[in-house]
Structures are given as C-alpha cells and as structure tokens.
C-alpha cells in the first residue's frame, strides 16, 4: 500500500468521526434534532378588527356572568349565592307568617273576661269571722275566664254598692276555668254596732262587664247596716275572710 492511499484513508476515515460528533451534537437526551429550526407561523392575514373579536367575546362572557349574577339577587337563579340570599329572604317571609299565627294562637287561648254564662255564684253564712259572707263563684264554661276586680254586690233594693276593701287587692286578677273556683268576703254589719241601723235583704245582684247580671240565692236572716264591705275575688278562702 503506498503512502498515499494510506493518507486518502485516513482522510476519509477522520471526516466520518468528525460528521458523527457532529450529529451527536445537533440531537437531544430525547433523540430530537434540536438543530432543526422550527418552521415559522404564517402570518394572520385577518383585519386587526376580526383579531380583537375573539377578546370581545370573553368579555361578552363575563358580563353574562355578572348579570346571572345580578338575576341571582333578585331571588330568579337559586344557584347563585345571591339568589341564596332570596331564598333566606323566602325563609324570612316564612318565619314572619309562622309568628303571625303563633301571635293568633296566643290571642285565641288568652281568657276573656267572664260573663254571668260562664259562672255560678254561691252565698255562704260563716261562723267565723262574724257577720260574714262568703261569696264563690265556680267556672261553668268551657275555658278559663277573668272575674272582675271584685263582685259589684247590689244587696236588696240599695240603689248604691257596697265599697271593696283596698287591703284585698291581689297581685293578679281571679280567673277560674271549668270547675276552678274564686272567693271573695262581705262584711254585712259591724260587730260593735257602729254602722247604724240593720236591714234585711233576700236579694243579691251581680252584675258583668258585658252587662250580664248574676242573681244570687242568699240564706235566711242576712242583715246589713251602713259597714258592708266586699273584698276583691280571692283564690282562697282565708284570703277573702280576713278583712
């Protein structure tokens, strides 16, 4: 081999190294040729008006947002937190109406007042304390009723009404329900004779505020003299006959 071939060789053999290095060079981790230039994008021949269009309508979006958004405030879209808030504002209405008719149905079981229908009225002599009477009334109707402050007692043909005794006010006016009972006490005469001259009466009135009158039966012998006195409706007897 002569000295030339063996150079033309080794020429040759050089440029194929140097082409591989050169290829590893050009390739990527991924075998990629990151040499490559990419292809340019071809210019938009579209008018500069078309181009802002596609803007437009993601503002066009938002502005449908925000009016579901404002529908959503007036209680039309459920979904939205502002139709929430109309739907407390349903809850509110609801609320509202169920206190109206708690408030009916506290006005409807509250007691009236009684009439002469509702009660029975009983008079009773007592042995003590003397010249007394005791008066009860016991409930005939079918709920509670209210009596007034004390029984305005017409005794006879008096065309005036005995006085209540202040000392007998409760803290509370008398009710009674079916069958419940109240009591109040009358003074007939004074025990020293100090209340003039004594009549007889066999006729007791009471009336109502709703102009009802209660005629009530009175026992044999009951006198009165110028100290008769009543006490307010009681809910106990000691109560009503210790003034």
């Not at 040759?12 to 050169?22: E, I, Q, S």
């Not at 109502?208 to 044999?220: E, G, K, Q, R, Y």
């Amino acid at each position: 081999m002569s000295v030339r071939t063996t150079r033309t060789r080794l020429f040759a053999a050089t440029t194929v190294v140097l082409a591989a290095l050169a290829l590893t060079a050009c390739e990527g981790d991924d075998g990629t040729d990151t040499g490559a230039a990419a292809p340019s994008a071809p210019a938009s021949s579209a008018p500069a008006g078309d181009q802002a269009k596609p803007s437009t309508g993601g503002s066009g979006s938002d502005d449908n947002k925000g009016t579901d958004g404002a529908n959503g405030s007036n209680g039309s879209t459920g979904s939205d937190k502002s139709g929430g808030g109309s739907s407390g504002s349903g809850s509110s209405g609801s609320g509202s109406n169920a206190g109206s008719s708690t408030g009916d149905q506290d006005d409807s079981e509250m007691p009236g007042k009684c009439s002469a229908s509702d009660v029975k009225i009983t008079a009773t002599k007592v042995s003590r304390p003397i010249n007394h009477l005791l008066l009860t009334a016991t409930g005939t109707g079918s709920k509670t009723c209210m009596l007034p402050p004390y029984p305005v007692a017409r005794f006879g043909e008096a065309q005036s009404v005995p006085p209540v005794v202040e000392a007998s006010q409760p803290h509370s006016v008398a009710g009674v329900g079916p069958g419940e009972t109240a009591y109040a006490g009358v003074l007939l005469t004074a025990a020293d004779g100090s209340g003039g001259e004594a009549i007889s009466v066999n006729t007791l009135r009471i009336p109502f505020d709703d102009d009802s009158i209660a005629n009530v039966a009175l026992p044999s012998g009951v006198v009165v003299d110028n100290k008769l006195s009543v006490t307010y409706w009681q809910t106990s007897i000691d109560n009503a006959l210790e003034h």
